[in-house]
Structure formats: C-alpha cells, structure tokens
C-alpha cells in the first residue's frame, strides 16, 4: 500500500477520534422528563419549561452526556402514566419522594434533586401558638392534587381529626386560605412564598416548624429499562453540588 494512502487513513483515523471525543459528540442519549408546575422548580415562562430542578436536571444531565428535554403532565395523571410501565409514554420524572410502592414501578436516583420543605401557611395570628400537626386537629387544610401527606398528618386524615381539600394549583390553595374558606395550607416552602408573591397577599405566613423536611428525587419509569442512567444523574448532580452550579441555580429563582 502507497504511503501516502496509509497516511491519508492514520489522518481519517485521528480526525474520527478527535470528533468523538469533542463535547458534541459525547452527547450520545437523550431523555424527556415529566413534572407539573410548581415554581420557581418548575415554570412555563412564555412556553418554556425552567425553573430550578429543571435547570439543575438539565445541567446534570449534560455533565455525563445526557441531553434532557421537558414536558409538563399535571401530577395525579403523571404518577399514574408512569404506574402503566411500558404502555406510557413516561420515562422519566421529577421530583418524587421514595415509597415502597413507588419503588415498585420507579428507579430512583440516589443523589436528590432537592430537599423539600414542607410548611403549614395559615392567616397571621389565626394561630396562637403551632407545634406541628397535633395543632391541626379540627382544621380543614388544603393541598395540591396528588401531593404526597406526611405520614403523621395521612394518619390524622383518615382518623377524621383533619379535613382535605384538594385544589389543582397552589394560586387555588391560597385564594381559598385568603378569603377564610380553610384554615390552612400544605405547601412546599418556597413553592408557597411564590405563590403569596404573585397574589401580593402578606397576611398570609409559613407557620415554623416545618412539618417535614425530605429528599425528592429525580425517577425513571422501571419498566422502560434506564436504570444505567441513576449512576450517571447522580455523578451529575455531585458534580453541579460540589462547584457550586447548583447554588448559583437556585439563586436565579429564589
């Protein structure tokens, strides 16, 4: 074989490594994932999806290669869909609390996505004093649809000691506490001080202590076979954590 020809090969070669081994080229998967408005974690700002966790999600995701895209599903159907394994469209979503029937249809990643802190918003000095969910005995409290209770308050709930009312959005929940038709809200803290903001509505507070403080994660629906990706999201995630992305994220939004 002429030199030259061998050379022209060795040239081609290098050239299809050096592209494979360009940032480009690196993204080789890619992946939607679900979740339901709640901000400032997740936005529809002029028909785009953003907000903190889907910052944060896309961030990690491009980290390890994965080009992460965004669809919105209101909660109850969206934790159902996944429930139907391969017959949803559904692969992955955000950002879910681990249960053992959840486990059973979903794979977590082992790094959160955030911790949630979940807050009691009540009208200033309707109140006297608040201990935590014992003080709730007789009220009627609203949630958003599909929001997973902290299990002392279900407890509470199916005794008959605290009374629901399920709304599809947080603006609900808070026009229904201003104008005195329940007596209180469960909502993720920083959740429920955007929706205050946009109502202008002050004589409404987060009652301290929260009532629980727990990790959410990023899932993948278990029967569409991408639990290779947990390991990957969560190597993302350390690394936006351990430079200080993720921090820079949230101060966007909050």
């Known amino acids: 074989m002429p030199v030259l020809h061998k050379n022209r090969q060795l040239l081609a070669v290098c050239a299809l490594a050096g592209l494979l081994a360009a940032p480009g080229w690196a993204q080789t998967r890619s992946i939607t994932c679900y979740s339901d408005v709640f901000a400032p974690y997740v936005t529809l700002d002029g028909g785009e999806i953003r907000g903190i966790d889907v910052d944060a999600i896309a961030e990690a995701g491009r980290r390890v290669g994965i080009k992460v895209s965004f669809q919105l599903l209101p909660w109850v159907r969206l934790e159902r869909d996944i429930a139907m394994g391969t017959a949803s469209e559904v692969e992955?979503?955000?950002?879910?609390?681990?249960?053992?029937i959840r486990k059973t249809y979903m794979d977590f990643?082992?790094?959160?996505?955030k911790l949630t802190e979940l807050n009691i918003f009540a009208r200033r000095g309707s109140f006297q004093s608040f201990n935590g969910i014992d003080d709730l005995k007789g009220k009627t409290v609203g949630i958003r649809r599909g929001f997973k209770l902290p299990a002392a308050m279900q407890t509470m709930v199916e005794q008959?000691?605290?009374?629901?009312?399920?709304?599809n959005t947080d603006k609900q929940n808070f026009?229904?506490?201003a104008r005195e038709r329940i007596q209180a809200?469960?909502?993720?803290?920083?959740?429920?001080?955007e929706a205050l903001d946009l109502l202008g509505n002050h004589e409404i507070v987060a009652l301290s202590p929260s009532v629980q403080i727990t990790p959410t994660y990023l899932v993948f629906n278990k029967a569409k076979g991408h639990a290779d990706l947990v390991p990957l999201f969560d190597k993302g995630f350390r690394a936006i954590i351990a430079d200080g992305t993720y921090r820079k994220i949230r101060a966007r939004y909050l």
């Open 160 to 167: 008959g000691y605290i009374k629901l009312e399920e709304v």
């Open 92 to 100: 992955c979503a955000f950002a879910y609390t681990v249960t053992d």
């Open 175 to 177: 026009e229904k506490l």
């Open 185 to 193: 809200v469960l909502s993720n803290r920083e959740v429920g001080f």
């Open 109 to 113: 990643t082992t790094v959160p996505v």
